[in-house]
């Protein structure tokens, strides 16, 4: 029988369990803080040991707020250093492992890149008064910095307080390479932390020597040459260790500003920089002014040569694009034929030159960027700045810039696609998207419209309706996906402002695009290499050959579409001052937000083209549009493109032919007085008839097909 007390002491059991659990709990938690005051108490003690007051407390009180401040400073110089070293992981010294001679669309040499071709000479086998004369006028304290010169930055700096004006930079020879190597000539912020940052990393990677070595090997030396020995060769006619004195001068001349003081255009201003260079020497201390006064009174002579320059920007792009295709061949010593246009190249030039010379100070611009296509992807011309030699950036395939409206192509592509025709009506009135509510030009809104007129005058609300309303609930998404389609290779930042073009792309992704529409809707196939060869004579890559055939962008439906609307921009629209005469034109201005930027993006049968002006430092234009400087530019330049040529009609649409009021019209302006004001219109040479043109282009076709025979590679070079 169970004892009836027997249930009752278990609970009491578990009672006093509970109780001596809590107990020990409290006793632990009241030790353990017992102890930690004891030793609170013990280091507070151990500390007073080191308190100090007066001047002392001052100097402990500073010290501490600078470790603070340091570590603060420490991590943010992280942070800032973190993109510079990743510039560092590109095969940076075997960059110039390529050495690569290229020739025009017709086998004419315009240049070289890659490895030095006058071979590159050790330092210590330099004439020791070109070593001088370079640090002398680039770096004077070269060997005693660790890559920034904090002394020579401050002398530049007081120097340059003084004269009101940049006269002295504060760059040293290392920051100068990082430049060269790892940067570009864009002038940011970004670019001068990266540059300082990458100073110090080569200063810590590599000997003096070896710094020295690269910046002389590397320099764009003017006259399409790089490096101090092959400058020498192509301005003496001689090897980089038989230079002189004054000879030396002259090229240390040459880093500042290789054009301005090349001597083959400008014999006096270079003779003039390379007294500057030996007044350098003796104020340096390199040299007395007895040891220079030869080289004073007898200034070097240069070999003569003419001024044609090669297509340097096109040939740094075209140079970025062989090392990309010829990783797969064994041989890096290559003769790569081109598509540029010489021809065309100049006329691109001298559009983007003669619009800045003649507006650049009325618009408050100062930079130009131009691509060529021709129907098929060819790239003809390229301007990348308005001196190369003053600025190495190609602000054609480098620089991001908002295209504004001209991206709005793929907005409307898009609604195109979706089965909507330029007869669609849609209201043109205020419209928000979250907190964004964008507005069109005049703060004016049209009513009910069609989407042809909405292109056509460019109205901002329309394609963010189309995104917002009509296109699906992925439009953002789906905008982005048609602009890599048209080939548009900058990635596209996702925003629901992108319909009316807010995200960057480069000027070269936007030729790229527009060249979609003369190609009947296809892939433009934009390449700058026709074929990759060997000094042997074998063809190692042909674009024809090696290159998939183009893929559908854009249906054929919506591609009548898109050229129905795009040719209403010149005559109607917002582009009047584009339109070819006797061509049909199609195209798309673009402004951005405070006028910062202007674009005319736009094509023929023939070529696509895109246009863009603006300012380095991002400041405002004063009221430039897309419809004036860059269209008119890319009149200028299509007007000589489609002279003495086979004229292509667009897909579907003719060549306008002249009324009979036009042709009266245009007699009228022969006749008229010619502006004085005006530039000259640029004129293409004829050369050959249309039907000669054809012949020659099937000889060229049919040799291109045979297959080449080898050849001696001393042969070749010569012929070359």
């Known amino acids: 029988m169970q004892d009836p007390h027997s249930s009752g002491k278990r609970p009491r ?12 709990i409290d006793s632990t938690v009241w030790n353990a803080g017992f102890r930690a005051g004891e030793i609170w108490e013990e280091i507070t003690i151990f500390f007073r040991r080191f308190k100090v007051r007066g001047a002392k407390r001052l100097v402990f009180e500073i010290l501490g707020e600078g470790m603070t401040l340091g570590t603060a400073g420490s991590v943010l110089m992280l942070a800032l250093a973190l993109p ?9 010294r075997n960059h110039g492992d390529f050495a690569v001679t290229f020739l025009d669309r017709y086998g004419n040499m315009i240049g070289h890149r890659g490895i030095i071709h006058e071979n590159s000479v050790p330092i210590d086998e330099l004439p020791d008064h070109l070593v001088k004369a370079v640090l002398a006028t680039e770096d004077r304290r070269f060997f005693d910095h660790f890559g920034i010169d904090f002394l020579g930055l401050t002398r530049a700096m007081t120097e340059n307080a003084r004269a009101g004006g940049v006269v002295q930079g504060g760059s040293t020879l290392t920051q100068q390479l990082a430049k060269n190597l790892f940067l570009t000539n864009e002038r940011s912020i970004e670019r001068k932390i990266k540059e300082a940052y990458l100073a110090i990393w080569l200063e810590a990677n590599l000997s003096k020597k070896e710094i020295l070595s690269l910046y002389l090997d590397r320099a764009y030396m003017g006259g399409g040459t790089f490096g101090a020995a092959a400058a020498s060769q192509f301005y003496f006619g001689k090897s980089i260790t038989d230079v002189n004195l004054a000879e030396s001068a002259m090229l240390a001349g040459l880093f500042k500003a290789p054009t301005k003081y090349a001597p083959h255009i400008n014999l006096p201003a270079a003779r003039a920089r390379a007294n500057v260079v030996l007044t350098n020497l003796v104020q340096g201390g390199f040299m007395t002014e007895g040891q220079v006064i030869a080289a004073r009174r007898n200034p070097a002579a240069v070999i003569d040569r003419d001024e044609t320059e090669a297509p340097d920007f096109f040939l740094d792009w075209a140079y970025d694009e062989v090392q990309r295709i010829a990783t797969r061949f064994p041989q890096h010593s290559l003769i790569v034929r081109t598509t540029v246009d010489i021809g065309l190249q100049k006329a691109a030039d001298a559009a983007v030159e003669s619009s800045l010379r003649e507006y650049g100070e009325s618009y408050n611009v100062k930079q130009g960027a131009l691509v060529m296509i021709e129907n098929g992807g060819a790239v003809r011309a390229m301007v990348g700045g308005r001196d190369y030699g003053e600025s190495q950036f190609n602000r054609a395939t480098k620089a991001l ?21 330029p007869e669609t009506p849609i209201v043109d009135g205020p419209i928000s998207w979250g907190n964004w509510s964008p507005g069109n030009y005049g703060n004016s809104y049209a ?32 905008i982005m996906a048609e602009a890599k389609k048209f080939g548009v290779e900058t990635p596209i930042r996702k925003d629901v402002t992108i319909p009316i073009g807010t995200s960057e792309v480069t000027v070269l992704d936007q030729a790229t695009a527009y060249a979609v529409f003369p190609a009947g809707g296809l892939q433009s196939r934009r390449h700058g290499i026709s074929q990759i060869m060997n000094y042997d004579g074998d063809v190692l890559y042909d674009f024809a050959r090696d290159e998939p055939a183009a893929t559908r962008v854009l249906s054929e439906q919506a591609e009548a579409s898109m050229l129905q609307m ?19 034109t199609g195209g798309k201005t673009g402004t951005t937000q405070a006028y910062r930027d202007a674009w005319f993006c736009g094509f023929t049968g023939n070529y696509a083209a895109a246009v863009w002006f603006g300012n380095d430092d991002y400041t405002s234009s004063n009221n430039m549009t897309g419809g004036s400087l860059p269209a008119m530019t890319f009149k200028s330049l299509m007007d000589y493109a489609h002279q003495g040529i086979e004229l292509r009609p667009l897909p579907g649409l003719a060549n306008p032919e002249p009324t009979a009021a036009e042709v009266a019209a245009k007699a009228k302006a022969k006749a008229a007085p010619a502006d004085e004001n005006a530039l000259p219109a640029l004129v293409r040479p004829r050369t050959l008839s249309a039907n000669a043109a054809r012949e020659v282009r099937d000889i060229g076709r049919m040799l291109h097909e045979a297959k080449p025979l080898k050849q001696d590679p001393q042969k070749v070079a010569s012929s070359l």
């Open 84 to 92: 510079a070293f990743e510039e560092t992981k590109k095969d940076w």
């Open 447 to 478: 009513g009910r419209i069609n989407i042809e007129t909405a292109l056509v005058k460019s109205i901002n609300t329309i394609p963010v309706r189309l995104a917002k309303e009509k296109l699906g609930p992925n439009a953002i998404n789906d």
């Open 401 to 421: 810039r908002q295209p504004g409206s001209s991206f709005k192509i793929y907005t409307y592509s898009l609604a195109m696609e979706a089965g909507m025709k």
């Open 13 to 24: 059991r578990k009672f006093h369990l509970l109780l001596r659990i809590d107990s020990w």
């Open 566 to 584: 795009l040719t209403k921009v010149p005559y109607i629209g917002t582009a009047r001052r584009a339109a070819v005469e006797g061509v049909l």
